[in-house]
């Protein structure tokens, strides 16, 4: 049956491509530019760090709803399974709390439990996604360890630019995105608008019977709630004099997550919704200096406050009228509870000078100053925190012959923490080049990861059939780790292929460990009755270790196909309270065996209409859990086809397509594990208007990298 | 509703004082500061807002107690509460019971954890079947017993619990903020007046309690302790909090028991030193190294402790070392099913009796006999002691 769709959406795809008139079609040729490896510009295929791409002109194809959405459909290495406290993502094994997300090279802020709000993303609004596995706290600091992903956002140069795209899918999915964009002179504006929202969707109606008291077949637990939210945002920039760009920007972003609430105490009654607050400041600017030499500086403030929004009465923690703590006070539907705002104030100056014609320095200084105001979770009720560092990279380049070329980048980074004090964090990646075709690239590089504030001073109680207590520990170490990968790449005639194999040793890493109860303080115990405590610990060792192939075929100039595929294996060492020895553990939620392919089929008719299609697939074998079950493993298909008409000024786009086209669902009972929350198949459109007056500006390519460009991923 | 009357009272005050302000006259005409007073008195009287969410609440409690309200005396359970069907099931049972014996009285339940509180009200999915389970915190209820319209003449409160331990002092302690008026908003009239009576936990009195309750669970079960082991497991408090000595009660039971039958034990899922792992040892050390071990909570309802401490499949065996006790002995993150099944008993679904000391209608009487001692009995002092034995 499976076979049959396949074979007709491919017949459907040969007969549109026979039929069709070919028209020749100008296509951009501009070269892939990535900056997330080293922090300088490089071609991709001559990036000295080995850098994942997700192109424009793939995202554009792919039509997705959101970041997850298309980090899930088009890398291997990544998954997910969203749930109420986000989107659990994991990269080669490891939680978003090791992985760093960059928007334009500054770090994303704000998270619940470690889980990074992917909504503060506008997918509408991606240029294109870097993706640099392994650790890099070298260059970026606390936090990339599985890896980095920069979210490299669109730049509106346009005179005048008004879009509008609305998306509507299955289960009440809408998206909504709206720009405008004016240039006038030195000066340009841009302001973004994004709303996204779903319905939600339930997969199955049964708890398990194994963490009931009966078995429930109406439950109203959701397996993704409904949620809504939306975002502003403008970005001012100035040019005062040429090569001088100064900008200013500023956004605030509302999210609601909507939860259900059924009849049973024990198991899908719920009193509150959760809601978050970000508001952004930021400012900067870039000098640009002789060649690829610049300075620049980022200074930026971010928010990201958590509520609770009470939906019925509920007793919390708190304070009676007389300023006593008592664990009654009340709250009434629409009232709100703040449970935690972080805020982040950074500074980054940064420069990159070309010494020589081997050597190209990358040096910068950051300050970092977090606050945490968490009323009820944090011991104290608030929590700060201090870090500054001083970081150095060299790219030493020297051709060794005709056809080789060396290439070793190495960065050194110094980090001041109040409560850490000092730690250096080396990486070194070395790329030899053999002609035109073949790179060669091997990393050691160390990653680290300071215990949040959160994490060290935590206290939290959570119901899920039984009271679990959450505690923090301030004897917390910061999490470290080794990465070492090997790698070569391909590329020929529209051909790439790359391999990597990588070690990611990770000592001290933090999870929650279930502890006895007698080793919490007593006062808690007395007043929850918890069923489990959990504490914050640092795990032994964790290590990741695995191989990423990928391919990548631009057949001609409409066809292009692609597959990726990540094996994983985990070998975790955990300090087992209970046993007071080291206990080999899964990681939660890693697969062996995941993979990812695409063909995509792009044609122009006139120069005033073209269209595409493109098939996608993705799998995982089984996800390995601790406790409550493991994931199915799954396989998904997605089609997607789009139209563009162009007129003078206007641009018309219709989006259409169909994901996991053969419907599949894991029904797997609640409170057990899912491979995938996929909801089963849903279809989707898009229409997208756009007017833009006046000239784009086109990459301002520079003769270093325009030398080598033919068979790049182009845009 | 209320705000537009405020704000038009307000307005109202505002014109006047423009009025007034502008008329420079020496008139006989009542001062602004008076009609000022007059206007906030009359707007006090007829808009009672209340300026928190706690009054909010208590309003809503006491409310509720008003139109429940049918005799002047009232009984408050109280219990820490749980969320799970059999759990309000037995309240059910135990309060209709109350009811039966005490018929002058109003009778009420009170949790004591706020998680289940507000899990039992459910109160928005009334429509789809959800019970509305009303069982507010014990401020709260006895604040409504005081309230103006409700002042009942006497107020009992029982403790459910099993031993007079941590969570009994907390009992203690609402009571004895109640009387001493603690936060200045009650009646002190009423206070000097009102009768104030509390009942015991379950195994409050080693002398009597004890052997009571350990004659009325043999009378239950000296068929099954005839065929195997029965195992109560007790709550027990953790050792830092072993207030007023109150674990040893159920090392007691277990004596008074065993005058029954050697085959009763009991232990505790918090007590340091009578954990699952000391009752093997105790039933070792009776030469009982097989046959079948039944399996009892005991405690006044079979909640979470009971399905998952006691009957649950969570199992930290290993097939090479097996079992390794934590510092204080216990086996951590294994169920008693679990446990005497892997040490060579027969423990299985089958042998889990899942039943709640208030759904054995004689333990229960132990519980309301307590009451009856404390109707009968002196009022207490809670002025001068925060236990009141």
Not at chain 1, 35 to 61: C, F, Y
Not at chain 2, 183 to 201: A, I, R, T, W
Request: include cysteine; charge should be negative; glycine fraction near 8%.
């Amino acid at each position: 049956m499976k076979y049959k769709w396949i074979t007709a959406l491919a017949g459907l795809l040969f007969s549109l491509h026979a039929s069709a008139q070919v028209v020749n079609e100008m296509q951009d040729s501009i070269p892939e530019i990535v900056v997330t490896g080293t922090g300088t510009q490089h071609l991709l295929k001559d990036a000295p760090v080995q850098t994942e791409v997700i192109s424009g002109r793939i995202l554009k194809n792919y039509s997705a709803k959101s970041l997850q959405d298309l980090l899930m459909g088009l890398t291997s290495s990544l998954d997910f399974n969203e749930d109420d406290m986000g989107s659990q993502m994991q990269m080669n094994g490891l939680g978003n709390s090791y992985i760093l997300i960059l928007i334009d090279g500054k770090r994303i802020h704000g998270d619940v439990g470690g889980q990074n709000d992917l909504g503060l993303i506008d997918p509408h609004n991606i240029d294109r996604i870097e993706i640099v596995k392994g650790a890099s706290s070298a260059l970026y600091g606390s936090d990339a360890i599985a890896g980095v992903i920069n979210i490299i956002t669109k730049k509106h140069d346009e005179g005048l630019l008004a879009e509008n795209s609305t998306r509507v899918g299955s289960h009440g999915d809408i998206r909504q995105h709206n720009g405008i964009g004016i240039r006038l002179g030195k000066v340009s504006s841009y302001t973004n608008f994004q709303l996204q929202h779903t319905d939600g969707w339930q997969n199955t109606a049964t708890e398990d019977p194994h963490q009931t008291e009966f078995l429930i077949t109406d439950s109203r637990n959701k397996t993704v709630n409904r949620y809504t939210n939306w975002q502003i945002s403008e970005r001012l920039t100035y040019e005062p004099v040429k090569n001088l760009e100064l900008y200013a920007e500023g956004s605030t972003y509302w999210k609601r997550i909507y939860r259900p609430s059924g009849k049973y105490a024990a198991v899908d009654v719920k009193t509150y919704d959760m809601e978050y607050h970000n508001r952004s400041l930021s400012a900067g600017g870039t000098w640009k200096l002789d060649g690829t030499d610049f300075i620049s500086l980022d200074v930026d403030w971010n928010k990201h406050a958590y509520y609770y929004y009470f939906t019925a009465i509920t007793l919390t923690d708190g304070y009676d009228p007389q300023g006593n703590f008592t664990p009654y006070y009340p709250y009434f539907p629409d009232d709100m509870e703040l449970q935690s705002d972080q805020q982040r104030t950074m500074a980054n100056l940064k420069g990159v000078f070309e010494l020589s014609e081997h050597h190209r320095l990358n040096t910068g200084a950051e300050w970092r100053y977090d606050y945490l105001e968490a009323p009820m979770r944090v011991v104290g009720g608030e929590a700060k925190d201090h870090t500054s560092a001083l970081y150095v990279q060299d790219e030493i380049s020297y051709r060794l012959s005709d056809k080789v070329a060396a290439n070793v980048t190495a960065g050194l980074r110094l980090n001041h923490n109040d409560q850490f004090g000092n730690c250096l964090t080396p990486k070194v990646s070395g790329m030899l080049s053999l002609g035109d075709d073949i790179r060669l690239r091997a990393t050691w590089s160390q990653g680290f990861k300071t215990p949040t504030p959160k994490e060290l001073q935590y206290r939290y109680v959570r119901y899920m059939n039984g009271t679990y207590l959450y505690l923090g520990n301030t004897e917390l170490n910061p999490q470290t780790s080794n990465y070492y990968s090997l790698g070569g790449e391909y590329n020929r005639k529209g051909l790439n292929i790359t391999v990597t194999g990588y070690l990611n040793d990770v000592d001290h890493m933090i999870t929650l460990v279930t502890i006895p109860n007698s080793k919490a303080p007593a006062e808690y115990i007395a007043k929850y009755d918890p069923v489990k405590t959990r504490q914050y610990q640092n795990l032994e060792s964790a290590k990741t270790k695995g191989v990423d192939v990928s391919v990548r075929y631009r057949i001609n100039r409409e066809w292009m196909a692609g597959l990726s595929y990540s094996y994983l294996d985990t070998d975790a060492k955990q300090y087992d309270t209970t046993h007071e020895k080291l206990v080999d553990v899964i990681i939660d939620g890693t697969a062996h065996h995941k993979g990812s392919w695409f063909a995509t089929w792009n044609r122009s008719f006139s120069s005033k209409y073209q269209m595409g299609a493109g098939l996608y697939g993705r799998m995982s074998s089984k996800r390995y859990y601790q406790i409550n079950g493991n994931g199915k493993g799954y396989q998904i298909w997605r089609l997607s086809t789009n139209h563009e008409l162009t007129a003078k000024k206007m641009t018309y786009r219709i989006e259409a397509g169909v994901d996991n086209i053969f419907d599949y669902v894991d029904r797997t009972y609640h409170g057990l594990h899912l491979g995938t929350t996929t909801p089963g198949r849903t279809i989707y459109a898009t229409l997208t208007i756009k007017f833009a007056q006046g000239k784009k500006l086109k990459f301002k390519s520079n003769n270093k990298y325009n030398s080598n460009s033919n068979d790049n991923e182009q845009d | 509703m209320n705000k537009i009357k405020y704000l038009f009272l307000g307005l109202l005050a505002m014109c006047t004082t423009a009025v007034f302000t502008s008329c420079d006259d020496d008139d006989q005409e009542p001062s602004i500061q008076y009609i000022e007073k007059e206007v906030i008195k009359e707007v006090e009287k007829e808009v009672p807002v209340p300026s928190s969410n706690w009054e909010r609440y208590q309003e809503l409690v006491t409310k509720d107690v008003k139109s429940k309200k049918q005799h002047d005396k009232a009984i408050l359970l109280v219990a820490f509460g749980s969320t799970w069907q059999q759990a309000f099931d037995a309240f059910d049972t135990a309060i209709e019971a109350y009811k039966a014996e005490f018929k002058d009285y109003d009778v009420f339940l009170s949790y004591s954890s706020a998680i289940c509180i507000n899990r039992a009200a459910a109160g928005e999915n009334a429509a789809d079947g959800a019970e509305i389970r009303n069982y507010y915190a014990p401020p709260f209820w006895l604040n409504a017993f005081a309230a103006e319209g409700v002042r009942y003449k006497e107020i009992v409160v029982q403790s459910l619990q099993v031993i007079p331990g941590e969570e009994y002092t907390r009992v203690i302690n609402y009571i004895k903020d109640f009387a001493n008026n603690s936060n200045g908003d009650l009646d002190d009239k009423y206070l000097s007046e009102v009768v104030l009576k509390l009942g015991v936990p379950l195994l409050q009195d080693a002398e009597e309690d004890v052997p009571a309750v350990a004659k009325e669970l043999n009378e239950l079960y000296k068929d099954v302790a005839k065929e195997g082991v029965v195992a109560f497991m007790g709550h027990g408090n953790p050792d830092s909090y072993d207030t007023y000595k109150a674990n040893v009660r159920y090392t007691q039971l277990e004596e008074a028991l065993q005058v029954y039958s050697k085959n009763y034990y009991v232990g505790t899922v918090d007590m340091m030193g009578n954990f699952k792992t000391h009752v093997l040892a105790r039933m070792q050390a009776n030469g009982i190294k097989n046959g079948k071990v039944y399996c009892h909570p005991l405690m006044s309802i079979d909640g979470d402790h009971g399905h998952n401490d006691m009957a649950g499949d969570d199992d930290a065996w290993d097939e090479k070392e097996g079992y390794e006790a934590n510092e204080e002995g216990e086996v951590e993150d294994t169920s008693w099913k679990m446990y005497f099944y892997r040490m060579g008993y027969t423990c299985n679904d089958d042998t889990m009796i899942e039943k709640g000391l208030l759904e054995l209608p004689t333990i229960r009487q132990v519980w309301i006999n307590h009451t009856h001692a404390a109707i009968d009995g002196e009022p207490l002092d809670y002025y001068h002691s925060k236990n009141p034995e």
